[in-house]
Structure formats: structure tokens, C-alpha cells
């Protein structure tokens, strides 16, 4: 089957530095992407990866292994804002997309 | 402004009653698909569709239906809805190109009683 696993909750101080790790195991891989779902909103595009490496957006950073069939979503300068839950999701074979169960990121003054 | 819509964004429905929520989406993408998410499961695949008159099913296809006559629009369909399908819906629409970004709509949140 399918399966993405990331840590359920994750809590920081507000300015620190926080990584959410994926690990997949999916039919296919054809990239892993980041969203970000605030309580009672949509989710909204992050980052994406195709090739192994960091790549960077302002203060969101994503890094893909893909011989670890692993990644991760690094938030950087954290602010109140960032709380939220963040998801990862792998697009497979038929362009069927798998989401992990999302992580719920508290960040704390 | 480019957006993807739905409607009903809220939905308190009987066991047993048709009903429809509709997507539409004004960027001109061909890829869209509806998820629904559920407490602890993330956001899981029901139906996608490529192009116009062109479904698959996602993970979780039992009890909907989809249809895609126009580029615009997808509509879900639940024939007979039942309570384990009380959950939130989303749509989402997507240009299938390199970045596989999904641009996602409102949320429908349906309950069947």
C-alpha cells in the first residue's frame, strides 16, 4: 500500500528553527510537495521536489532523498503565524496523489 | 482573481439523499481532483480527472461519482450518501505541469445523519 509518515505534533519558540520529516512508500514517485493548512482553512501550495536537494523559498526550505525515500520541510525565523499544520503529499503512477496525516506545528512566544 | 469554488460550503444532509457538490475553477487546468479529510487520516484522493471526459478513481472511491463535461467544472456526485461519508471535501485543480502545485477550494463540509 501507500504510505506517508510525518510526526504528528511538533511545538517551537517563535524566531527558532523547526524540520518536519516525510517518509515515504508509494506506487511510483513523481515528486513530494508541501502544503500548509491553517485550522478551518484550505491547504496552500508550499514547496515542491522532483530531483534530490534543498530548495529554498524565502524562509521555507524542502529536501528530498530520494534513494531514502525520505524529505523534509524546514521553517526557518518561526512566527505565530506559521501554526498551522503542514502536510507532505507524493504524486504516484496515474497521477494519483498521496497526503501524509499532517503535522500540526504550535509555535509559542 | 484566480480561484477554485464550491458549493455548498456547508451540507447537513439525510442517509439515503442524492446530492452534488460543485467545483469550478476560472485558471484553465486541466488536472482536478476531489480529497476528503478526515481527523488523523490527512487528506486522501477520491477521484481525479486529466481532461475533460477523462475520471479515474483515487484511493478512496466507493459511494462517489464524478463528471467532466466541461474544462471548468467537476462536480462530485453522492448517489445514496451515507454517515461514514460525513467528512470535509475539498476540491482542487491543478496545470499538471512541473511543480505539481494544487490549488485547492474552500472545503465543502458535509454531515449525514
Known amino acids: 500500500g501507500q504510505s506517508l509518515e510525518q510526526p504528528s505534533e511538533v511545538t517551537a519558540v517563535e524566531g527558532a528553527i523547526v524540520q518536519i520529516n516525510c517518509t515515504y512508500q508509494t506506487s511510483g514517485f513523481y515528486g513530494l510537495s508541501w502544503y500548509q493548512q491553517h485550522d478551518g482553512g484550505a491547504p496552500t501550495f508550499l514547496s515542491y521536489?522532483?530531483?534530490?536537494g534543498l530548495e529554498e523559498t524565502g524562509r521555507f526550505s524542502s529536501f528530498l532523498s530520494r534513494s531514502d525515500s525520505y524529505g523534509y520541510l524546514l521553517l526557518q525565523e518561526l512566527q505565530m503565524k506559521d501554526s498551522a499544520s503542514y502536510f507532505c503529499?507524493?504524486?504516484?503512477?496515474?497521477?494519483?496523489?498521496?497526503f501524509g496525516s499532517g503535522t500540526k506545528l504550535n509555535v509559542k512566544p | 482573481e484566480a480561484q477554485v469554488t464550491q458549493n455548498p460550503r456547508y451540507l447537513i444532509t439525510v442517509t439515503g439523499k442524492k446530492l452534488t457538490v460543485t467545483c469550478s475553477q476560472n485558471m484553465n487546468h486541466e488536472y482536478m481532483s476531489w480529497y476528503r479529510q478526515d481527523p488523523g487520516l490527512g487528506l486522501r484522493q477520491i477521484y481525479y480527472?486529466?481532461?475533460?471526459?477523462?475520471?479515474d478513481k483515487g484511493d478512496v472511491p466507493e459511494g462517489y461519482k464524478v463528471s467532466r463535461k466541461e474544462k471548468r467544472n467537476f462536480p462530485l456526485i453522492l448517489e445514496s450518501p451515507s454517515p461514514n461519508q460525513t467528512s470535509l471535501y475539498f476540491c482542487?485543480?491543478?496545470?499538471?505541469?512541473?511543480?505539481?502545485?494544487?490549488?485547492f477550494g474552500p472545503g465543502t463540509r458535509l454531515t449525514v445523519t
Open positions: 482542487a485543480s491543478s496545470s499538471g505541469g512541473g511543480k505539481n502545485e494544487q490549488y
Open positions: 480527472s486529466m481532461n475533460v471526459e477523462v475520471t
Open positions: 521536489n522532483a530531483l534530490d
Open positions: 503529499a507524493v504524486r504516484g503512477h496515474f497521477n494519483k496523489f498521496y
